[in-house]
């Protein structure tokens, strides 16, 4: 749906040059929700911008369902960008304007007369959740409200695609929650195509189905979210992993650990096995679970545990060879003192 190629961007004044984004190409499939992830500054806004030429790229080519958007002439890119809607973290909604005016707007400047306008706009405030805020005004509105009317502002025109620049970022954790059930919602049912930049992977972690992780202008990882939650290789991706299946033991509790520290990470069903109890019966080891948790991701489980092994070093050792024949992503933390 969304072919990006070879995309930079640089920002050039009269005294510096500065490499917005440098050299990204990704495809979105149609129907899938795409996640791009990274740290301020790392050119998520930038890239995202690109895709509806809000940002016109310094190079590179943008296919929106096959037509390269820096080819149309301005006329035929309006039109085009129709298709496109965008929300962002601070709502841009017009602060004089009703919710029913401000959604109604962005139909009217697609040339939809007043009688299916008025349809149209009661059908989307319904769709999230707003139908008793038709003639209130932004300032009389919660934050998780403002996004859901700029929600169904973007959607007025029926877009294959919906830009997310930070819709969450500004709103509370369970207001949080909601609106990203609601883009869910969008996903599935009317089968629109989401693209969400974020600096929070719970967001990812929630809605996407792939994802890219951004620094300094470049993609430096992407894949399916499951892999790259479970299997991350790039160092701030193991960060942004860390924030949500937070897996650090206090250091505290580190010092005063004697035995062998071992961490598992179970995938898909091995999450539900009783490994570490068979292993427990067929080596003279103990184990003392310290951290451990199953993480669902999209419906699919990854279990990660840290334990502490004791006994003879010879039966930690074939504990340990059993564990990786079965779980395969073993790592040993610390060698028993
Ligand atoms: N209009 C501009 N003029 C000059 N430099 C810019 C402009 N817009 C962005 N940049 C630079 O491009 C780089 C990427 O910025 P961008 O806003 O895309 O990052 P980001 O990952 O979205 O960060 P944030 O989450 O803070 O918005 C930064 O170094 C930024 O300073």
């Given at each position: 749906?969304?072919?990006?190629?070879?995309?930079?961007?640089?920002?050039?004044?009269?005294?510096?040059?500065?490499?917005?984004?440098?050299?990204?190409?990704?495809?979105?499939?149609?129907?899938?929700?795409?996640?791009?992830?990274?740290?301020?500054?790392?050119?998520?806004?930038?890239?995202?911008?690109?895709?509806?030429?809000?940002?016109?790229?310094?190079?590179?080519?943008?296919?929106?369902?096959?037509?390269?958007?820096?080819?149309?002439?301005?006329?035929?890119?309006?039109?085009?960008?129709?298709?496109?809607?965008?929300?962002?973290?601070?709502?841009?909604?017009?602060?004089?304007?009703?919710?029913?005016?401000?959604?109604?707007?962005?139909?009217?400047?697609?040339?939809?007369?007043?009688?299916?306008?008025?349809?149209?706009?009661?059908?989307?405030?319904?769709?999230?959740?707003?139908?008793?805020?038709?003639?209130?005004?932004?300032?009389?509105?919660?934050?998780?409200?403002?996004?859901?009317?700029?929600?169904?502002?973007?959607?007025?025109?029926?877009?294959?695609?919906?830009?997310?620049?930070?819709?969450?970022?500004?709103?509370?954790?369970?207001?949080?929650?909601?609106?990203?059930?609601?883009?869910?919602?969008?996903?599935?049912?009317?089968?629109?195509?989401?693209?969400?930049?974020?600096?929070?992977?719970?967001?990812?972690?929630?809605?996407?189905?792939?994802?890219?992780?951004?620094?300094?202008?470049?993609?430096?990882?992407?894949?399916?979210?499951?892999?790259?939650?479970?299997?991350?290789?790039?160092?701030?991706?193991?960060?942004?992993?860390?924030?949500?299946?937070?897996?650090?033991?206090?250091?505290?509790?580190?010092?005063?650990?004697?035995?062998?520290?071992?961490k598992l990470q179970?995938?898909?069903?091995?999450?539900?096995?009783?490994?570490?109890?068979?292993?427990?019966?067929?080596?003279?080891?103990?184990?003392?679970?310290?951290?451990?948790?199953?993480?669902?991701?999209?419906?699919?489980?990854?279990?990660?545990f840290?334990?502490?092994?004791?006994?003879?070093?010879?039966?930690?050792?074939?504990?340990?060879?059993?564990l990786?024949?079965?779980v395969?992503?073993v790592?040993?933390?610390?060698?028993?003192?």
């Amino acid at each position: 749906m969304i072919e990006l190629q070879e995309i930079e961007k640089v920002y050039q004044s009269k005294h510096q040059k500065v490499v917005g984004v440098d050299d990204v190409s990704l495809n979105v499939s149609k129907g899938e929700v795409y996640g791009i992830v990274g740290y301020s500054g790392a050119g998520k806004s930038t890239l995202l911008r690109c895709m509806n030429i809000l940002e016109r790229p310094t190079s590179g080519a943008v296919l929106v369902d096959g037509v390269n958007l820096l080819t149309l002439p301005p006329k035929a890119l309006r039109t085009a960008r129709q298709s496109i809607g965008m929300i962002f973290q601070g709502f841009h909604l017009v602060a004089s304007k009703t919710v029913f005016e401000n959604v109604s707007f962005a139909l009217k400047a697609a040339g939809i007369d007043k009688v299916a306008r008025k349809d149209r706009v009661v059908e989307l405030l319904e769709l999230v959740g707003l139908s008793d805020k038709i003639n209130h005004y932004p300032s009389q509105l919660s934050g998780g409200q403002k996004q859901r009317v700029s929600i169904a502002r973007a959607l007025a025109n029926n877009p294959k695609v919906l830009l997310c620049d930070e819709a969450t970022s500004s709103l509370d954790p369970s207001t949080t929650k909601s609106i990203l059930a609601l883009l869910k919602k969008i996903n599935k049912e009317l089968g629109i195509t989401i693209v969400v930049i974020t600096h929070e992977m719970e967001v990812v972690k929630e809605i996407c189905q792939r994802c890219a992780v951004m620094q300094d202008g470049r993609i430096i990882e992407e894949g399916p979210v499951y892999d790259i939650f479970s299997d991350p290789k790039e160092e701030l991706t193991k960060n942004f992993i860390e924030t949500v299946l937070q897996f650090s033991l206090p250091e505290k509790l580190l010092e005063s650990c004697k035995g062998t520290l071992v961490k598992l990470q179970f995938r898909g069903k091995l999450a539900e096995e009783a490994i570490v109890s068979d292993m427990m019966q067929g080596f003279r080891v103990s184990a003392n679970i310290l951290h451990g948790k199953v993480e669902y991701i999209q419906d699919a489980p990854l279990g990660i545990f840290i334990m502490e092994l004791n006994g003879d070093k010879d039966e930690i050792e074939k504990a340990i060879a059993y564990l990786e024949d079965r779980v395969k992503q073993v790592e040993v933390i610390q060698n028993g003192i």
